[in-house]
């Protein structure tokens, strides 16, 4: 049962230009949502989360957007740099308590030069 | 430097073979997290401690096993029991009073 989704396993854009990488999720009690960012044979490193109350967050190039009726988040990073291509996870909580995360299968993103 | 470390980077070892991946954090945090990452399934929670000599099951402990006698401290154990114990595994790290998790530098365990 795969309660966090991102269903696109790969994506490729250009230099400069919006990459927008969506999760969705089935877990209507999930509170706190991240993003991580990893590269090969490395650990992943955090990005950006959103909590539940609110529907975006943004962080220099990178901005998450909460959907919570459609029960679906996206990053978009703007511009898009050579050096964001890694794998990124979408991950969710909902026990802040115990911080115990479910993540996405992960997408590979591909910046262009 | 603050961090967590865990050794070996890679580990080769016989089937039937037990092996202790290490996790070392000088964070100061009271959660730590082991994780397991396996190609196209993202990260699967094995086990996690929120506070020393404490910890809990995550989603698929069975064949492994955790101790956390220091706060610094908190070693993963693949069993043989483990029926496929070839992958990436993450240790991790959380302060108190934030969602964010800390991850180290994972550890490849390759069984033969």
């Known amino acids: 049962d795969q309660q966090v989704k991102q269903n696109s396993p790969s994506l490729s854009v250009q230099e400069g230009r919006i990459s927008i990488l969506n999760c969705d999720y089935t877990?209507?009690?999930?509170?706190?949502f991240l993003w991580y960012k990893k590269y090969p044979a490395e650990g992943p490193t955090f990005l950006i989360s959103?909590?539940?109350?609110?529907d975006k967050n943004e962080d220099g190039r990178f901005t998450v957007f909460l959907n919570k009726s459609a029960k679906h988040l996206s990053l978009h990073i703007v511009p898009s740099q050579p050096g964001d291509s890694a794998v990124y996870f979408c991950?969710?909580?909902?026990?802040?308590?115990?911080?115990?995360?479910?993540f996405g299968q992960g997408t590979t993103l591909q910046v262009k030069p | 430097d603050g961090g967590i470390t865990q050794s070996p980077k890679y580990l080769f070892r016989k089937e039937g073979q037990n092996v202790t991946l290490s996790c070392e954090q000088n964070?100061?945090?009271?959660?730590m997290y082991w994780y397991r990452q396996d190609p196209g399934q993202g990260l699967r929670l094995i086990y996690y401690?929120?506070?020393?000599?404490?910890?809990q099951k995550g989603d698929i402990a069975e064949g492994y096993s955790v101790s956390r006698e220091k706060k610094e401290s908190f070693p993963l154990t693949v069993t043989s029991a483990q029926k496929n114990p070839t992958a990436f595994y993450l240790c991790?790290?959380?302060?108190?009073?934030?969602?964010?998790?800390?991850f180290g530098e994972g550890s490849r365990l390759t069984v033969l």
């Open positions: 991790a790290s959380r302060p108190s009073g934030t969602g964010e998790l800390f």
């Open positions: 877990n209507s009690m999930f509170d706190y």
């Open positions: 959103i909590s539940s109350i609110k």
């Open positions: 991950a969710a909580t909902k026990d802040g308590h115990t911080g115990k995360l479910i």
């Open positions: 964070l100061n945090h009271d959660a």
């Open positions: 401690s929120q506070i020393v000599n404490d910890f």
